[in-house]
């Protein structure tokens, strides 16, 4: 992984999905704004005390998701981040910061539905179509 990576990632706008899963199974999706790769191992993002939280706090893997479409699915781009949950607040200077960036797109009532900072280690980086390629040939 490299730089390149971190800025793929981090490129803004971009739609992102992120799928979680409890203990017994049942799985969601949910498009995701927020995360942002700070290094090569680590994922930082925040979420609402939603599904997507009380999966995470049930099963600590994650997959995020980044696709833009091309005008075959061979030409679309994009990577899948494979992710492990190590950390989560409800309070604390990381989730203040948050919620503060996050005010500036939102507004301070968007903000304000912000419940948790999250904090992911990355694992394995795929790209969206594989064909047995690099990460690097997908974007």
């Known amino acids: 992984m490299s730089s390149d990576l971190i800025d793929y990632f981090n490129k803004s706008p971009r739609l992102g999905v992120l799928s979680t899963s409890s203990t017994n199974g049942q799985v969601d999706s949910a498009v995701f704004g927020s995360p942002q790769m700070i290094d090569e191992k680590t994922v930082v993002a925040a979420t609402a005390d939603n599904r997507t939280f009380a999966n995470l706090r049930e099963n600590p893997y994650a997959l995020y998701t ?3 479409t091309g005008d075959a699915i061979t030409d679309w781009k994009g990577i899948r981040v494979y992710m492990k949950l190590k950390e989560h607040a409800t309070s604390g200077e990381l989730l203040d910061t948050i919620r503060s960036e996050a005010a ?6 968007g903000a304000k539905m912000i419940y948790a900072s999250l904090i992911f280690e990355v694992y394995e980086v795929r790209p969206l179509v594989d064909f047995g390629q690099g990460w690097e040939k997908s974007i």
């Open 66 to 68: 980044i696709m833009e």
């Open 104 to 109: 500036k797109f939102v507004g301070e009532e």
